[in-house]
């Protein structure tokens, strides 16, 4: 787009995205080749023959995938009919035309790495869909359900925490409840630690309890707006008319497995301290990098809190499930989360999803890919507005809720990028430092 800084790609040798290319993403498809491979004699007792040839075929296509990627030949349509097929070669297409001076093909290490990258997951459930009948395999299950095997014990702890806290909320004063408040969002926010792609697939659980590490955390915080978030929805806020008014807040979800933990137990206190009234989660409707919340996983972690041994846990599964059965929470799912378009094309790409974001009065962003999506994924300053990068997308008072995971950042105080630099060089990409980047009412 004229104005605006070019799209990080793997074309930088030696960067982030490149790295990201030539190594990661190749382990990620051998580990879902592998997770095929684990799963045959289940697919044979629930298919029979059909099974195992399905199962050989998508081992196949993945395997032809890496060889692509590594070979780095051009990047092809998709063939199988989905929901999103058309708009995906229509991207591809747009993407080729911006190729003047090469021989106009897309390829893994020249095009946008947002792009690149969508795209390799998309062509992973390219290879399933076409391998009927085990069409519904989600190669990523195994590791997210691990995940959230493996972060039990700091499960348990926030939700020990949080059913403690419900029992104490009415005598909170104003300052002990936005101290809550900022609790459960830093909660959240280090939960997004806890990806699958950023450590190729190898697991990445949370061990430790989380809330007694907060306070050492703060000082990793970059950016910090909880204050802003805090005026949107505190009590007697100035917008508000009628105390009884519905307050909806919507969540984008990141990862399943501990993340999703953190982000349910956040929308539990906003309804508990009725900071709000609703909470909307968006999902994705295909396995995505790795760890993505799918309908299925949301649905298997409620499952899993409420049968848990644990009392707390095990009420809180139960108050999530009554949640959504009378819709004070709503779980929604739509193909432009796994597109690779930036955010500031929903309102023309998916022009209903930017109309239902629109009824939130705060939407908060989880994650690192969410913030490349919300940014352009572009080399941009890091003094630069985040206001600017946003690039008009602006549904609603939104905020991003990020550990930095790539080599962009926007919105640092002058200096404070380079400082980091100096001292750390991997700041940008290791996930240690985090975000609560906030854009207001116009
Ligand atoms: O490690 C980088 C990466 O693969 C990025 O491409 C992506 O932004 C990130 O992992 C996923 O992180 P998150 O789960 O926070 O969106
Ligand atoms: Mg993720």
């Given at each position: 787009m004229a104005g605006q800084p070019a799209s990080?790609?793997?074309?930088?040798?030696?960067?982030?995205?490149?790295?990201?290319?030539?190594?990661?993403?190749?382990?990620?498809?051998?580990?879902?080749?592998?997770?095929?491979?684990?799963?045959?004699?289940?697919?044979?007792?629930?298919?029979?023959?059909?099974?195992?040839?399905?199962?050989?075929?998508?081992?196949?296509?993945?395997?032809?995938?890496?060889?692509?990627?590594?070979?780095?030949?051009?990047?092809?349509?998709?063939?199988?009919?989905?929901?999103?097929?058309?708009?995906?070669?229509?991207?591809?297409?747009?993407?080729?035309?911006?190729?003047?001076?090469?021989?106009?093909?897309?390829?893994?290490?020249?095009?946008?790495?947002?792009?690149?990258?969508?795209?390799?997951?998309?062509?992973?459930?390219?290879?399933?869909?076409?391998?009927?009948?085990?069409?519904?395999?989600?190669?990523?299950?195994?590791?997210?359900?691990?995940?959230?095997?493996?972060?039990?014990?700091?499960?348990?702890?926030?939700?020990?925490?949080?059913?403690?806290?419900?029992?104490?909320?009415?005598?909170?004063?104003?300052?002990?409840?936005?101290n809550e408040f900022f609790k459960f969002l830093q909660i959240s926010l280090w939960g997004n630690k806890c990806d699958l792609s950023l450590s190729g697939g190898e697991t990445s659980s949370q061990k430790t309890n989380i809330i007694t590490s907060l306070g050492e955390l703060q000082a990793f915080i970059l950016v910090n707006d909880m204050e802003h978030l805090w005026a949107l929805l505190r009590p007697g806020k100035e917008t508000e008319t009628d105390s009884?008014?519905?307050?909806?807040?919507?969540?984008?979800?990141?990862?399943?497995?501990?993340?999703?933990?953190?982000?349910?137990?956040?929308?539990?206190?906003?309804?508990?301290?009725?900071?709000?009234?609703?909470?909307?989660?968006?999902?994705k409707t295909i396995p995505w990098f790795v760890s993505d919340t799918t309908r299925r996983d949301f649905t298997w972690l409620v499952e899993q809190a409420k049968s848990s041994s644990d009392k707390y846990l095990s009420r809180c599964g139960l108050d999530w499930e009554s949640y959504l059965k009378v819709g004070k929470w709503v779980y929604h799912d739509h193909i432009f989360w796994t597109l690779p378009h930036e955010f500031c094309a929903m309102s023309q790409v998916a022009p209903d999803l930017y109309t239902e974001l629109q009824k939130a009065h705060l939407i908060l962003f989880k994650g690192d890919l969410n913030y490349r999506k919300l940014t352009g994924d572009r080399k941009w300053e890091f003094t630069v507005p985040f206001h600017q990068a946003l690039n008009g997308f602006h549904p609603a008072p939104l905020c991003s809720i990020r550990t930095l995971k790539a080599e962009i950042q926007v919105g640092l105080q002058p200096g404070q990028g380079e400082e980091l630099a100096a001292s750390e060089p991997s700041w940008l990409t290791t996930g240690k430092y985090g975000i609560f980047q906030f854009d207001g009412p116009l």
């Open positions: 990080l790609s793997g074309r930088d040798v030696g960067s982030f995205a490149y790295i990201t290319i030539k190594d990661r993403i190749p382990q990620i498809l051998t580990k879902a080749i592998d997770s095929l491979h684990r799963h045959k004699s289940k697919f044979f007792e629930k298919h029979g023959e059909k099974g195992l040839e399905a199962e050989k075929k998508a081992i196949s296509l993945l395997s032809k995938l890496r060889n692509e990627l590594q070979t780095d030949k051009p990047m092809i349509p998709l063939v199988e009919k989905f929901a999103d097929t058309d708009i995906w070669n229509q991207y591809l297409d747009y993407q080729q035309s911006l190729l003047g001076e090469t021989d106009g093909k897309a390829r893994w290490f020249f095009s946008p790495w947002l792009f690149v990258e969508c795209y390799m997951y998309r062509r992973i459930h390219e290879a399933i869909i076409q391998s009927p009948p085990i069409d519904d395999f989600d190669v990523f299950k195994e590791s997210k359900d691990q995940n959230f095997f493996e972060s039990q014990e700091s499960v348990i702890a926030l939700c020990t925490y949080l059913q403690e806290l419900i029992s104490t909320l009415e005598v909170l004063d104003e300052n002990q409840l936005k009884a008014a519905a307050v909806r807040v919507a969540i984008v979800l990141d990862n399943s497995g501990f993340e999703l933990v953190t982000d349910l137990v956040l929308a539990h206190f906003l309804l508990s301290s009725r900071l709000a009234t609703e909470v909307h989660f968006y999902g």
